[in-house]
Structure formats: C-alpha cells, structure tokens
C-alpha cells in the first residue's frame, strides 16, 4: 500500500497508508485536531540517480523544435513493383 503525505494547518504534515484505490482522494482528517488537510505532492528521490539518465529524463520534458531542413536525409526506398513489372496491377 503506498503512502499519501497531507498538511494540516495547525499541526502541520503527516503521512497515512491508503488502498491504492483511494489515489485520488485529495484531503484526509487530521489524526490529532480532526481539521481537515490537503494533500501534499511528494517528488521521487532522485537523488541517488545517475547524471547522464536524470539529464535526459529533465530536458524530456520540453518537445525540441527541428526544422526540415536540419532533419537527417533517409535514402528512398526502392518500390516493392519495381523489380516485379509483370505483378504490378494485382
């Protein structure tokens, strides 16, 4: 069961185990005033992961722009009829 972290105004933040079922679920009672609280997005540690995979993962993010003419130059294919004339109106 994975753990949903949520901030409550007066006493601050605390983290409760939910079904994952209730993924969604966006605000949760407060264990010591009763208040309710919002949840809290929590990133993934990252830290520990290599330069080079987090470099890519970051500049993942924006879609890069390329003009046609910067794109590589793919040979054109034979057509498959060429070599066959005779099968070619099937």
């Known amino acids: 069961m994975p ?3 949520f901030r409550c ?5 605390f983290t409760v185990w ?8 966006l605000e949760e ?3 010591t005033c009763s208040n309710i609280a919002k949840r809290v997005f929590t990133p993934p ?3 520990r992961m290599d330069g080079k995979l987090k470099q890519t993962i970051e500049s993942g993010m924006e879609p890069k722009l390329v003009k046609k003419e910067d794109m590589p ?3 054109r294919k034979r057509a498959a009829g060429a070599a066959r004339p005779w099968q070619t109106g099937h």
């Open 73 to 75: 130059v793919k040979p």
């Open 9 to 13: 105004q007066d006493c601050g933040e």
């Open 3 to 5: 753990y949903y972290s």
């Open 18 to 25: 939910h079904r994952s079922s209730k993924r969604n679920k």
């Open 29 to 31: 009672e407060c264990p």
């Open 45 to 47: 540690t990252v830290y």
